[in-house]
C-alpha cells in the first residue's frame, strides 16, 4: 500500500502539471473511461471522453494555473480517497483579469482495465469569502 500511495501522490502531482500546461493528452491518461468531474456551479460532466473534451474547449480559451496540497489519503484494496485543497488562477487568453479562487477537493481513484489508478470521481468546490 505504501507503493500505491506514493502513485496516488505522482498522479496528483500529474494532474496539476497537465492542468498548468493544457495538457489534454495527460488529462486522456488520468481519468477512468466511467468517470465524473464535478465542478463548482456546473452539471457534472461524465465519461474521461466528455471530460476531455470539455478540458480541451476550456483550454482554448484560458490558461490556468493551479497549486493544490493534498490533505488526506486512505488507501483501500479497490479505491483510494484523496482529500485537498487548491489555488487556482483562471487567466482570459484574449486579456482581462484572471479570476482567482480557492477551494477543496476529494478525487477517488479506481484500478482501470489495465489495474492502473485512475481518477474515477473528481469532486471539487470553492470557498467562498464571508459575507
Not at 466511467?34 to 465519461?47: I, K, N
Not at 479562487?101 to 468546490?125: A, V
Amino acid at each position: 500500500m505504501a507503493d500505491d500511495r506514493a502513485l496516488i501522490i505522482e498522479l496528483e502531482e500529474r494532474f496539476v502539471e497537465a492542468t498548468n500546461k493544457s495538457d489534454i493528452q495527460e488529462f486522456d491518461d488520468l481519468f477512468t473511461e466511467d468517470a465524473v468531474l464535478m465542478l463548482p456551479d456546473r452539471p457534472a460532466v461524465s465519461t474521461r471522453e466528455t471530460i476531455v473534451a470539455h478540458q480541451r474547449e476550456f483550454f482554448r480559451s484560458i490558461r490556468a494555473r493551479l497549486v493544490s496540497v493534498i490533505a488526506e489519503i486512505e488507501v483501500f484494496e479497490t479505491l483510494v480517497y484523496v482529500r485537498g485543497a487548491f489555488n487556482y488562477s483562471m487567466e482570459p487568453k484574449l486579456g482581462g483579469e484572471p479570476v482567482v479562487m480557492k477551494g477543496k477537493y476529494i478525487n477517488l481513484y479506481k484500478r482501470d482495465e489495465m489495474d492502473e489508478w485512475r481518477i474515477w470521481r473528481s469532486i471539487n468546490n470553492i470557498d467562498h469569502p464571508q459575507d
